[in-house]
Each structure stands twice: as C-alpha cells, then as structure tokens.
C-alpha cells in the first residue's frame, strides 16, 4: 500500500536534543569496503553489509523507531534480520551485490508506536509513528494526525543528513508486533522526496514481505495492483499499470507471448503468464496489471516478470556495472616500450550475465571477453589512438531499456609515442672502425641501421634485448661515406 501523504501524530514528541557531528568514515580502500559505526549524539549508524563506494551501490538504510536506549542490541539485530529478509527476494537477490546496507539507531522515550484508530495504546517515540486506516497504516508526519513535517519526515531528513546523504532506501523499521506499512512512491517515475518505506517488525510471513512490497513503490516507481476501492485515489499509468488495451501500446508488450489474449481473462490457468489482467490501483475496471498475481497485489508471491524488470532498471539508474577502471586517466600517452593495461572492475550479479566487449580505433578485438585488456608494443599505431570497453548486463529478466540503462562504457585516447633512439659519443679508432653508443628510454629491440645516400637504409645490427642503452663498434665501408641511424622497434 502506498501513502501519498505519509506522517505521524503529534502530540507525544520526542526531543531530538543537542546534538555533535563527528567525522565520518565509510568508504572503499583498494577494492575492499572500510566502514565504522560512527554518531551523532545518541544516533548512531553501523554498517551491515558493505559491497562497494556509496557513489556505485543503491545505498540502504534503516532506521529504528520506538526502540529504546536500552534495546540498540535488539534493533541491530532486527535491522540484519530485515536485510536479509529484503535480499531474500528476486530480484534483490540477485543484485544484493548491487547494494550497501546500514542501520541508524536512535532512541526513543518509549517502545511501540501509536494506535489512535483502536484507541491506544499511545507511545512516544522519536518519529512519532502511528498506526492510521484500520491499525494497519503506518505513517509519520505529515499526517492526518499532526500535519507538521518537523515532527517526522523532517526528523528523517536531517538524520540522513548527518549521517548517510547518500541514502537511496530509507526504510523506517518500527518495533511494533501489529503488522503494517506504507510508503511514497518513487523510483525513475519521481523520487519520494526521501519519505521513507515504513514497516512494522513484522517476523513472520506474509506480513514479514511488507518492506519489499513497500520498496517496488519507493524505490521502482511501481504502484499496487490492488482492486479494492480507495476513496480519492486516482490511477495513473505506471511500468504495471495501465489503461492502455492496443497490444502494441501495452508498456510491457515485449513480455506478452502472441498466443496471449488480450485482455487476459482473470483466470487461475492464466496464472503463469504476462498479459493484460483487468484490475489494478484500486479499480476493478478499466485499469490492468501484467500478471493475474504479483507482489504488489499479494504479499508472499513473487515479483511478476514486469515489477522484476522495473527494479532491475531501477538499480542500474544508481549502479554503473563496474566501480574502477584502469588507468584512471583519460588519456594515457604510452611509449609502446612496453605492454599496456586497461581493466574494469566488474560488479557482478548473482548470475554471470555481464558481457565485456573492447575495441581498439572501433574495432571489436576477437578473443577477449574479460575484464582485462593487455595491449603489446606495436599493437596501436603511432599517434592518437582510442580504446573502449562495455559492459552489458545481457539479463533475460530485462527485455526493454530504451534508455541503455543496463549497458556502461569507458573509452581513453591513447597517444602512442615510441622512444627516441639517438647515437652518442662518436669516435674513430686508430684502425678505422666507428664507435660510438646508441641512447634512449624504455625496453625494447632496437635496430642499428646504415646508408651511403640516406634513402636506402640497411640493418647492421639488431639488439634484442636493449635496455636503454647500447655501445656500438663497426667497421664503415671502405672508400663509401657512411650514415647510421638507430631505429626503435616493439
């Protein structure tokens, strides 16, 4: 369910109390995460499962509401129980390398939450939830409770403020045993202004599948496929719901199998396939859904193909497929002396759908599919050169992205520029021979060459193995000027 206006009862407040920034520590040290608890007086936030840099992961956090002083133990370990609740489900599962997760605790005066609409019990808590429309709803101010924002969501904001602004799931775990939740929508259709998915402790299933439901709103923009009336909400064309009953102006007409009827009867034996189901967003006519069940109609039952998508999508708008690449630079300007290396590291989901592709100048090169590049002297030309990668995540749970969400791609200019040979130091013995040393950086094979008109230029000799420096004796042709040049070579 969701809450287009979420918010609390006012009239028990916790003071938020004085409070002291200290420094921060949560970042990505050479390919591993470092994180340490870190706080603002009394609120504290702890790390629970770190994959990456908060610049390349869709960050998660939840934040204890109606939990005590004395029970910041218990929320740590509810908090690890949600999240593994939450990645439990596909696609999440899926993609749980995708994510970071953490918890925020902060104490309340008192545990529970309010339940105005059973007459009690009250409690004060530092969110100030309540429990609205039929003990089931739970919301924060701005509500119809206390319309004032600083007594909730404004609560919400400065503690992510503080402590994680890169909050991308914010879900508010509230330490109540009645089962409930809400949440705004979001995700790509318009964020929820960081009005956070709100859920009871809900240990047992269905009830315990609240928060995933709640995240297909906040965090994908997908809206409930429920047919039952609610009273001033009006529909909207949403990626599972629409109005629209052309097979080919269906949003999610590449999952609809041609043999499908469209409109799908709602009948159990068309329960394994998408279609176009009358029956979504509180309206039992003129609105259809993708599949005859899906979470956001069921709790317990899986994401449907299209809701499965959508999240997919979702989390390629914040995740690029890779966190570094290497070099780091733009442009690299490489003397060929010696192999080149780009690499990428991937952020791989749980299956091995990721294809790597690189090409060199806009050629694909053959035979290389891994996340490495190894390039050999003489493998580019002289002069300005581009080398590009892409990674694709080739998912057969995505069939439409137009918007090239799920394909990321790195290109440097590579300015080639061989090392500069030059011969030094040139004498004549007393027999008649020239000696003299040939210079230069790097590694490689150098080629000592020789003309008597400088256009024609034959090889003498050939070093192998020149480290940087070669000194040369040879015997010029007797009676015939001589010119000799050293000539780099990969």
Not at 104 to 110: K, R, T
Not at 168 to 179: A, G, H, K, S, T
Not at 455 to 473: E, L
Request: charged fraction near 20%; glycine fraction near 10%; charge should be negative.
């Amino acid at each position: 369910m969701d809450a287009q206006q979420q918010g609390m009862h006012g009239v028990r407040r916790a003071s938020p109390g004085r409070q002291r920034t200290v420094v921060r520590w949560y970042g990505w040290l050479g390919g591993w995460v470092v994180g340490l608890a870190v706080s603002v007086q009394g609120q504290v936030l702890t790390p629970l499962m770190l994959n990456g840099p908060l610049s390349n992961r869709v960050n998660l956090v939840v934040l204890a509401e109606g939990y005590t002083a004395a029970q910041a133990g218990q929320f740590l370990q509810d908090a690890t129980n949600l999240v593994e609740t939450f990645f439990g489900s596909e696609p999440y599962r899926t993609y749980r390398g995708h994510f970071n997760a953490s918890a925020i605790f902060v104490a309340s005066a008192e545990s529970g939450s309010d339940h105005p609409t059973t007459g009690g019990p009250y409690r004060n808590t530092y969110f100030n939830s309540a429990y609205e429309f039929y003990d089931y709803v739970i919301t924060i101010p701005p509500n119809g409770l206390d319309p004032d924002p600083a007594h909730g969501v404004g609560k919400v904001e400065a503690l992510l403020s503080a402590l994680m602004p890169e909050a991308d799931i914010v879900i508010l775990l509230v330490n109540d045993i009645q089962p409930g939740g809400s949440s705004g929508v979001g995700g790509p259709a318009g964020r929820s202004n960081r009005l956070p998915i709100i859920t009871a402790l809900n240990p047992f299933p269905p009830y315990s599948d609240i928060v995933v439901h709640e995240s297909g709103h906040f965090f994908a923009g997908l809206v409930d496929e429920y047919t039952n009336p609610y009273p001033g909400y009006t529909p909207v064309e949403a990626p599972n719901a629409t109005r629209e009953t052309d097979r080919d102006r269906i949003p999610w007409k590449a999952w609809i199998d041609p043999a499908t009827p469209v409109p799908t009867p709602n009948d159990w034996i068309w329960w394994d396939v998408v279609g176009l189901f009358e029956g979504a967003q509180y309206q039992a006519t003129g609105w259809y859904r993708p599949k005859y069940d899906c979470k956001m109609r069921t709790l317990g039952v899986p994401f449907c193909e299209v809701c499965r998508e959508q999240i997919i999508r979702s989390i390629y708008e914040k995740v690029r497929p890779w966190d570094e690449a290497r070099p780091a630079a733009d442009t690299v300007v490489w003397d060929a002396a010696r192999p080149l290396l780009f690499e990428v590291d991937l952020v791989r989901p749980l299956e091995e759908t990721l294809i790597v592709e690189w090409f060199t100048n806009g050629v694909a090169v053959a035979g290389v599919d891994e996340p490495r590049l190894e390039i050999a002297p003489g493998g580019l030309g002289n002069g300005r050169n581009n080398v590009t990668v892409t990674v694709t995540d080739a998912t057969p749970w995505v069939r439409t992205e137009p918007r090239g969400r799920l394909r990321a791609l790195r290109t440097w200019q590579v300015d080639v520029a061989p090392p500069v040979v030059r011969i030094t130091g040139v004498t004549k013995t007393a027999g008649g021979n020239l000696r003299f040393t040939v210079e230069g950086p790097g590694a490689g094979r150098v080629v000592l060459e020789q003309s008597g008109d400088l256009i024609q230029w034959q090889p003498v000799w050939t070093n192998t193995a020149w480290t940087g420096r070669w000194d040369v004796t040879n015997r010029p042709p007797s009676g015939e000027r001589a010119f000799y040049r050293a000539v780099w070579s990969p």
